[in-house]
């Protein structure tokens, strides 16, 4: 199992200081999930400064034409001699048609064509087959050599991408390298939905479960007493309810047996009540979303969680808010060597 860091927003030379203190402490890799600030200028910066893997998780496919995409992974992928993951999402629809100006509909359908453009695309830059891709959403047919980067030392980039509901998941099975699960999941969401979805899709296009990256990242809760825990433990609360607030994630809580759950938080929302929407996740429904324990058992509690499941566990919140002048614990360090057996 790899042990990875999740970070975005920062700046370039705040990327390559994380990156760094990362590599120091054991982490497998950086996660860089793209809001405000491109991921892949953050995974070039951070590729740059270490020899970690650099993830995309996700960068939001649609804007970007899947030439774009997949020039822009395959200099990542040549640049860190073969440690670049290339992890997509859909976004949705508000931001989108209202951020990007970009096309949404038909995401599924539309995403999965769009892995099969890149593929077609990698083909071509390495000289294979002529591009002459004719899809439903996108059409290449023109990629002079002096337009091409080239082939490369290293396998094609993987594309792994986000999802959450089981069409997505047996898509992801189906036709991804790898899949990036939602932060907002639990061991029953794991079990029941994920890892039954994915190994449906891969079983259809003649693939295995094993083939598949599971990417999970984890609400880690740590400290040696309730009051070292509650800092992170209220963040978990707020993420849930972020999360939880969007409807079609209202299954979640459906299966661990708090149904009415996404409505209560909607309702917080719509009046405006931010607090009220944390309050709605009691710490009975908290406690399915979070690993909670103190540093020398939490890599136990990490591992008894995932393993056999996922193949790459991302710490969701050490990176978030990172300054080069406050440096992650050091404890992390023995963490991630019992965590990847390291």
Not at 131 to 146: C, K, N
Request: charged share 25%.
């Amino acid at each position: 199992m790899k042990f990875d860091v999740m970070t975005g927003g920062l700046s370039l030379a705040s990327m390559q200081s994380l990156a760094h203190e990362a590599e120091q402490l054991g982490y497998s890799g950086v996660v860089v999930t793209e809001g405000g600030r491109s991921a892949y200028l953050a995974c070039a910066a951070a590729a740059l400064a270490t020899d970690l893997d650099v993830l995309t998780g996700v960068a939001v496919a649609f804007p970007r034409s899947p030439m774009v995409t997949a020039t822009t992974a395959w200099e990542l992928a040549d640049a860190t001699e073969g440690r670049f993951r290339l992890g997509l999402g859909t976004q949705v629809r508000a931001h989108v048609e209202r951020r990007y100006s970009a096309e949404f509909d038909h995401p599924g359908p539309r995403l999965r064509e769009y892995l099969d453009a890149m593929r077609a695309i990698f083909r071509g830059f390495r000289g294979e087959e002529r591009l002459d891709f004719e899809g439903d959403f996108y059409r290449f047919s023109l990629l002079p050599a002096m337009w091409s980067p080239g082939p490369i030392a290293v396998p094609d980039p993987p594309i792994d991408i986000a999802a959450v509901n089981p069409w997505m998941l047996r898509m992801a099975g189906g036709h991804a390298d790898g899949v990036h699960v939602h932060p907002l999941n639990t061991p029953t969401y794991l079990a029941e939905t994920v890892v039954p979805s994915l190994r449906a899709g891969a079983e259809r296009a003649g693939r295995h479960l094993d083939d598949i990256d599971v990417i999970v990242p984890s609400f880690i809760v740590v400290g040696d007493s309730e009051e070292d825990q509650a800092g992170r433990r209220e963040l978990a609360r707020m993420q849930v309810a972020f999360y939880g607030s969007t409807p079609n994630y209202a299954f979640i809580f459906e299966q661990i047996g708090f149904e009415g759950t996404t409505e209560r938080i909607r309702e917080r929302q719509k009046a405006g009540d931010l607090p009220g929407m944390a309050e709605v996740i009691t710490d009975d429904i908290l406690g399915h979303f979070t690993v909670s324990g103190p540093w020398a058992e939490i890599a136990d509690r990490i591992t008894e969680r995932y393993a056999g499941t996922a193949t790459r566990v991302v710490d969701y919140f050490s990176g978030f808010g990172y300054r080069p002048d406050r440096p992650f614990d050091p404890r992390w360090a023995d963490v991630t060597a019992q965590v990847t057996g390291s």
